[in-house]
């Protein structure tokens, strides 16, 4: 059963409607501040809360103190049904574009970007806090982005996601536009009755069905990741830049470490005390004049060179890294509270996988993890999924050897890249990581290209399904994950080259541009099918672990407390996710009983997605009270 939320014109309307899609009873009225009451009373019913957009809903009702068990998220919904290739022929599918197409997520309001979006003399990316290459979710005309690379707040160059042209929209700014009041006609309950129409009409409405419960569940998980926060000492962060950079500086000087380092980088070429090391053009201008001979600043490129500017500028990226990505300013605003809130965004990625609008929580460096410490009396638990696309791949493809290479071996977990090595297919660790990537991400040079022929012969099935899925993408079709999110199309322009290819009068260089376009967008293809049923298998070890969490119920009367709000300071909760990784604050009572709940969440991940293939989804977990410690 599901119950609608929407916001009616003298209050909150809920609406009950059956798992067809039918009307269950008359429509009521509640006065906005009664929600977080109707709601806790209604939860022991096994309703699903069915809204537009959980972070317009979610995070009010958690501030009340009321956690909610299902719900299913509308905009995230749409947005797979419209595109999937299993419900292509679906009335929701072949409609023409609503005002459902156009809604783009929001953060969590009351946090720094949603607080940054609404002050008018300010934008995201106005300050250097926002200019960090903080990624929001893919464009809304379907391109696909994956490869795309974005260089993010650590500065590593990651894959990442084009972020949507014209910006996340502020609640109130989506709200006047007609997108949540019905003021163009929009009805969430008539939105539901098409959305699940839709399933039951596809062409495989068990894996769709699937698909949407856990994105909505990551959707809920986000919001509450937020509300809890993840623990955050100031003074071990304040100590950590002050061992790093010297003192707190003035506004508008460098730290001491930091000007130092300038001053070294101007006297090794000989430049004057103006050049502004910050500037990029002006410092490869001066160096190039002193002779460096460097074309870039890209840290490999100057590993190369051979000239007394190189070692202080490398320092100094690497601390101006630190200084403008999780300096004292990135502090002030994420952190101010001892509790890291970020801004998640689920679905952001093309591929499914989550993005962020601020604060690099999905690129989180080791050198400030150390300020990362449980409450009193509480402890983290973190696990992460080892090799996880490999392991998604092999079992995509049913590949039975490939899947036996990473099955664990007497109650220990395998490494699979040394258990490819065992088969024989290669010689080495390094060659079985480098060619099952270059499998994965379309490598064609170098050791990869030297290797993968071999893991061909040997894994046959999994090297058929990822070139399957690349020549797919190479003709200009989609491809789509285990359980059912598609790939967008390439769009108009890459068509307009392919099509200027066949002219005539086409140059070597068109054929050649189209060529290249082809083959990019192949490599995009083969890793979609890939990455995203990882997100799909991520998202269902969330969604359980979630719910094995609750179970677990309260820590006893004479224990300590945590520093987390209700309804999360006496339970154990999700308070970091990073792909193939989730942290657990967890009261130091029930570490091991969380322990256990997350290792068996991941394998009813890997059977709620293949079923009874024999592929095992090992963990590495550790117990610590610093998220610094997790990893040796």
Not at 17 to 31: L, Q
Request: net charge negative; glycine share 10%.
């Amino acid at each position: 059963m599901h119950t609608v939320i929407s916001r009616e014109s003298s209050g909150i309307g809920l609406r009950p409607v059956s798992d067809s899609g039918a009307p269950a009873g008359e429509t009521r009225v509640i006065d906005t501040g009664d929600l977080a009451h109707e709601v806790a009373a209604e939860e022991s019913s096994q309703v699903r809360w069915t809204w537009d957009d959980t972070n317009n809903w979610y995070p009010a009702l958690l501030a009340d103190g009321v956690r909610v068990d299902r719900a299913h998220d509308l905009r995230l919904a749409h947005a797979v049904l419209r595109a999937s290739v299993l419900s292509a022929h679906t009335a929701l599918a072949e409609a023409g574009p609503t005002a459902w197409d156009r809604l783009a997520p929001v953060p969590p309001p009351g946090g720094p970007t949603a607080a940054a979006m609404t002050r008018p003399d300010r934008h995201p990316g106005s300050e250097p806090l926002f200019d960090l290459g903080e990624i929001t979710a893919p464009a809304p005309s379907g391109r696909a982005t994956g490869s795309r690379r974005h260089p993010g707040p650590g500065g590593t160059g990651e894959p990442d996601e084009r972020p949507d042209p014209d910006g996340p929209r502020s609640h109130d700014a989506r709200l006047d536009a007609g997108g949540r009041t019905g003021g163009d006609g929009l009805d969430p309950a008539a939105e539901l009755t098409a959305q699940l129409l839709a399933i039951k009409d596809s062409t495989e409405p068990g894996r769709l069905r699937l698909l949407l419960a856990a994105e909505s569940a990551g959707a809920l998980a986000a919001a509450e990741m937020h509300h809890a926060g993840l623990p955050w000492r100031g003074d071990i962060h304040d100590e950590i830049l002050t061992d790093a950079l010297g003192p707190r500086p003035r506004p508008g000087a460098r730290p001491a470490k930091l000007e130092a380092l300038a001053n070294r980088i101007r006297e090794a070429i000989d430049a004057p005390p103006t050049l502004n090391p910050d500037s990029h053009p002006d410092l490869l201008r001066a160096m190039e004049y002193a002779g460096v001979g460097a074309r870039s600043l890209r840290k490999w490129e100057l590993e190369k060179l051979d000239h007394p500017v190189i070692a202080p500028l490398l320092e100094y990226k690497g601390l101006y890294r630190l200084y403008t990505a999780n300096g004292w300013n990135w502090l002030d605003t994420w952190a101010p509270d001892g509790r890291f809130r970020m801004e998640y965004v689920v679905g952001g990625v093309v591929t499914g996988r989550w993005a962020s609008t601020g604060g690099g929580a999905l690129q989180l460096p080791h050198n400030v993890r150390r300020a990362v410490t449980a409450d009193p009396g509480w402890t983290f638990v973190v696990a992460d999924a080892a090799q996880l696309e490999p392991r998604v791949l092999a079992a995509l493809a049913r590949d039975e050897r490939m899947a036996a290479a990473g099955r664990s071996k007497d109650g220990a977990n395998t490494d699979m890249y040394a258990g490819i090595v065992a088969t024989g297919a290669v010689d080495s660790r390094e060659h079985a990581k480098v060619g099952m990537l270059g499998a994965m991400y379309g490598g064609t040079t170098g050791v990869s290209a030297q290797v993968l022929p071999r893991l061909a012969r040997a894994f046959p099935q999994a090297i058929d399904l990822v070139e399957r899925a690349a020549r797919a993408g190479e003709r200009g079709e989609k491809v789509t994950t285990r359980l059912g999110r598609s790939s967008p199309l390439p769009g108009n322009s890459w068509a307009a080259v392919q099509g200027s290819a066949f002219d005539e009068d086409a140059g070597a260089d068109v054929q050649s541009r189209a060529r290249s376009q082809t083959r990019s967008w192949g490599r995009f293809t083969r890793n979609f099918v890939v990455q995203g049923t990882a997100a799909e298998w991520a998202l269902c070890w969330i969604a359980s672990i979630r719910r094995r969490l609750w179970a677990l119920g309260e820590i006893p009367a004479d224990a300590a407390p945590g520093l987390a709000p209700a309804p999360f300071d006496s339970r154990p909760h999700l308070v970091f996710f990073l792909h193939d990784e989730v942290v657990v604050h967890a009261p130091a009572a029930l570490a091991e009983a969380v322990a256990h709940e997350v290792r068996a969440a991941a394998a009813e991940a890997g059977r709620l997605l293949f079923g009874d293939f024999p592929v095992d989804f090992p963990l590495s977990v550790a117990v610590t009270e610093s998220y610094a410690d997790a990893k040796g």
